[in-house]
């Protein structure tokens, strides 16, 4: 029973992810998420492992992901060096996916704002008649000055 609610309550946010969000935005939501998951766990195992205070073991975590590394907090344990090693390679690692992720925003963004550009030109008529699979049409080349001689 409780692995029957427990499926059906999966699904329900499965679908409800799938319906809200695309593709794309879910790879990124899902980037973020596993990095706050990071950065929280780390906060906790230098807050619990060091004995530091809060800030102290958010700076040092956001030191260590960014890459930073100002050295003016380091850790005393064998653990926690141990610990930072994999921080550094798993946080730039998922630093870097989630940097990844944000490139087709960026990228749909300046093809979609091309293909608008192209459309007022050549007429909106032209581009729904042949589909978005037509040729990407030729902007009109201006002519030069030739510089003077002489």
Same mark, same amino acid.
């Given at each position: 029973?409780?692995?029957?609610?427990?499926?059906?309550?999966?699904?329900?946010?499965?679908?409800?992810?799938?319906?809200?969000?695309?593709?794309?935005?879910?790879?990124?939501?899902?980037?973020?998420?596993?990095?706050?998951?990071?950065?929280?766990?780390?906060?906790?195992?230098?807050?619990?492992?060091?004995?530091?205070?809060?800030?102290?073991?958010?700076?040092? !975590?956001? #030191?260590? /992901?960014?890459?930073?590394?100002?050295?003016?907090?380091?850790?005393? %344990?064998? &653990? *926690?060096?141990?610990? !930072?090693? #994999?921080? /550094?390679?798993?946080?730039?690692?998922?630093?870097?996916?989630?940097? %990844?992720? &944000? *490139?087709?925003?960026?990228?749909?963004?300046?093809?979609?704002?091309?293909?608008?550009?192209?459309?007022?030109?050549?007429?909106?008529?032209?581009?729904?008649?042949?589909?978005?699979?037509?040729?990407?049409?030729?902007?009109?080349?201006?002519?030069?000055?030739?510089?003077?001689?002489?």
């Amino acid at each position: 029973m409780a692995n029957s609610i427990r499926t059906n309550g999966n699904n329900l946010l499965q679908s409800i992810v799938q319906n809200i969000f695309p593709p794309i935005e879910r790879h990124f939501l899902y980037a973020v998420a596993w990095l706050l998951f990071i950065v929280i766990v780390s906060v906790n195992v230098y807050h619990n492992l060091e004995g530091w205070d809060w800030l102290k073991s958010i700076y040092f !975590t956001s #030191a260590t /992901m960014t890459t930073v590394g100002y050295g003016d907090v380091v850790p005393q %344990t064998d &653990l *926690g060096r141990i610990y !930072t090693i #994999a921080l /550094m390679w798993i946080g730039v690692s998922t630093g870097f996916y989630v940097l %990844t992720t &944000l *490139g087709p925003f960026r990228v749909g963004g300046i093809f979609e704002r091309s293909v608008d550009r192209i459309a007022a030109q050549v007429g909106l008529d032209i581009v729904e008649k042949r589909g978005p699979n037509y040729p990407p049409c030729e902007t009109p080349k201006t002519k030069t000055k030739e510089p003077p001689t002489g």
